[in-house]
T-cell receptor
Framework: EDKVVQSPLSLVVHEGDTVTLNCSYE??????LLWYKQEKKAPTFLFML????IEKKSGRLSSILDKKELFSILNITATQTGDSAVYLC???????????FGKGTKLSVKP | DSGVTQTPKHLITATGQRVTLRCSPR?????VYWYQQSLDQGLQFLIQ???????AKGNILERFSAQQFPDLHSELNLSSLELGDSALYFC??????????????FGPGTRLTVL
């Protein structure tokens, strides 16, 4: 059965800290791995990774994919209270060819 | 704003009733996906339509059905509602069926409460 596992489930840090969120997967017919940020409403797209070892970066956020070891990490440096959210990892592939979501990591950034 | 719209934002109804949720995809997107998000289950894929045709089914109950119309908007019909159907229902859209561009853009969701 296809699955996506995120860790930790929740994390509390202080402003200025650096955090690393993990996503491991076992998905047949892998095509891509996506990260989303979900605050109170809809998930908003952050990154899509398709090639192993390539880092995607946007400001203080960066992500890398290891297709050999079947995992990805999302790094956030110099965290701010506005980074508080649930971060979702999703893998495109599987028997249906759609996105399979992990349960998310809830990040709380304290001032 | 992702460009995906969903109505209504909130819906409160009673057990046994039937409701219809509506979604309009981003301009140019042909695929529409429906998801259910509850506190303990996370985001669960329900069903996908591409250009009017059903393309993939996930964990969708038989009491639920969907369709995509010629103008590409989609509706999710939930019938014989039970308390456990209370959840956030998201619609997402993407450009292609199953090509390289898997990025799905999510609408704001409909919060369904079944009393």
């Amino acid at each position: 059965e296809d699955k996506v596992v995120q860790s930790p489930l929740s994390l509390v840090v202080h402003e200025g800290d650096t955090v690393t969120l993990n996503c491991s997967y076992e998905v047949t017919n892998f095509r891509s791995l996506l990260w989303y940020k979900q605050e109170k409403k809809a998930p908003t797209f952050l990154f899509m990774l398709t090639s192993s070892g390539i880092e995607k970066k946007s400001g203080r956020l960066s992500s890398i994919l290891d297709k050999k070891e079947l995992f990805s990490i999302l790094n956030i440096t110099a965290t701010q209270t506005g980074d508080s959210a649930v971060y979702l990892c999703a893998v495109g592939g599987g028997s249906q060819g759609n996105l399979i979501f992990g349960k998310g990591t809830k990040l709380s950034v304290k001032p | 704003d992702s460009g995906v719209t969903q109505t209504p934002k909130h819906l409160i109804t009673a057990t046994g009733q039937r409701v219809t949720l509506r979604c309009s995809p981003r301009s140019g997107d042909l695929s529409v996906y429906w998801y259910q998000q509850s506190l303990d289950q996370g985001l669960q894929f329900l069903i996908q339509y591409y250009n009017g045709e059903e393309r993939a089914k996930g964990n969708i109950l038989e009491r639920f059905s969907a369709q995509q119309f010629p103008d590409l908007h989609s509706e999710l019909n939930l019938s014989s509602l039970e308390l456990g159907d209370s959840a956030l229902y998201f619609c997402a859209s993407s450009v292609s069926l199953a090509g390289r561009l898997d990025t799905q853009y999510f609408g704001p969701g409909t919060r369904l409460t079944v009393l």
